[in-house]
Antibody, heavy 120, light 105 residues
């Protein structure tokens, strides 16, 4: 079965760090770009970060540049989001998503998400 | 950075109606434009990629058009299950989502 499973969310204080993980199964991870997208309850979707198939290109949304880092481990079927210097506005449901190709194109497969709450 | 603006912010229509949602980019994105359907409590679902490509398994009543800076998503013969929020996304330069259009049936 083709699926993505996010983990690593939870409650953390402002200024601290969290690392989200995304486990991929049922397809060759190395053939596709991967992304993180978040949604604050009741709000829209926000693209957080993306990484090309071989990590040659990484992109970030303006609100997380310099604080978040996306990485991938194709051999172990995983994608990560290192979140540093967390802010209250980072509180959201974080989705991992698979692209339809090796570079940035369209997000065809999504996980169910992991919740991040940033609060004192 | 590229900004995406969707209109209208919401609309209401009846079963069987046709509707058109629009998405405008702040600069040209060629055809790097995708459309997603988002229902409460569910992950987003890809409908249209590359401005006009129908994703596998998506009903043919959904169609996309446009290029450059102006794009549209048309839903013909609305069904009850089409009630959702629809988002556009550009992937020409990094990526950005529009703010969404809520469609109530």
């Amino acid at each position: 079965e083709v699926r993505l499973v996010e983990s690593g969310g939870g409650l953390e204080q402002p200024g601290r760090s969290l690392r989200l993980s995304c486990g991929a199964s049922g397809f060759n991870l190395e053939d596709y770009a991967m992304h993180w997208v978040r949604q604050v309850p009741g709000k829209g979707l926000e693209w957080v970060a993306g990484v090309s198939w071989n990590s040659g290109y990484k992109g970030y949304g303006d609100s997380v540049k310099g604080r978040f880092t996306i990485s991938r481990d194709n051999a172990n079927g995983a994608v990560y989001l290192q979140m540093n210097n967390l802010r209250s506005e980072d509180t959201a449901l974080y989705y991992c998503a698979k692209d339809i190709e090796a570079g940035f194109n369209a997000l065809e497969l999504w996980g169910q998400g992991t919740v991040v709450t940033v609060s004192p | 950075d590229i900004q995406m603006t969707q209109s209208p912010s919401s609309l209401s229509a009846a079963v069987g109606d046709g509707v058109t949602l629009t998405c405008r980019a702040s600069q040209t994105i060629h055809n790097y434009l995708n459309w997603y359907q988002k229902k409460e409590g569910k992950a987003p679902k890809l409908l249209i990629y590359g401005a006009s490509g129908l994703h596998s398994g998506v009903p043919s009543r959904f169609s996309g058009s446009g290029s450059g800076t102006n794009f549209s998503l048309t839903i013909t013969s609305l069904q009850p299950e089409d009630s959702a929020i629809y988002f556009c996304q550009q992937t020409y330069s990094a990526s950005t989502f529009g703010q969404g259009t809520r469609v109530d049936i």
